[in-house]
């Protein structure tokens, strides 16, 4: 599958986005679809990762409780909805296709292009 990541922009701490990520091609029952970031200097680390067949779902523990990742079959687009949002979540942000349901961004196998956010406090 190809992806396609929007959404990103520039906001003020507190403040709201919704993320999407259009799948182009057929996602398989077995995918698991993950959004990453990398900010400037730092590694790429995960952020959330839902299965596509079932509601299981996966946060790293700096977003959980503000935002919340979904999948929508019929609009073949995986969401990333973030609340509250803090100067230290501004990164490039991923969204990711792969089989294991992992937080390790190597187990992904197709990315799309990335869209920046940007937090101002």
């Known amino acids: 599958v190809q992806l396609q990541a929007s959404g990103g922009g520039l906001v003020q701490a507190g403040a709201s986005l919704r993320l999407s990520c259009v799948i182009v091609g057929r996602a398989l029952s077995s995918h698991v679809f993950g959004w990453f970031r990398q900010a400037p200097g730092k590694e790429r680390e995960f952020v959330a990762l839902?299965?596509?067949?079932?509601?299981?779902?996966s946060y790293a523990d700096s977003v959980k409780d503000r935002f919340t990742i979904s999948r929508d079959k019929v609009e073949n687009t995986v969401y990333l909805q973030m609340n509250s949002l803090k100067p230290e979540d501004t990164a490039v942000y991923y969204c990711?296709?792969?089989?294991?349901?992992?937080?390790?961004?190597?187990?992904?196998?197709?990315w799309g292009q990335g869209t920046q956010v940007t937090v101002s406090s």
């Open positions: 990711a296709a792969g089989s294991s349901f992992d937080h390790n961004p190597l187990w992904y196998k197709s």
């Open positions: 839902t299965r596509w067949n079932r509601n299981s779902v």
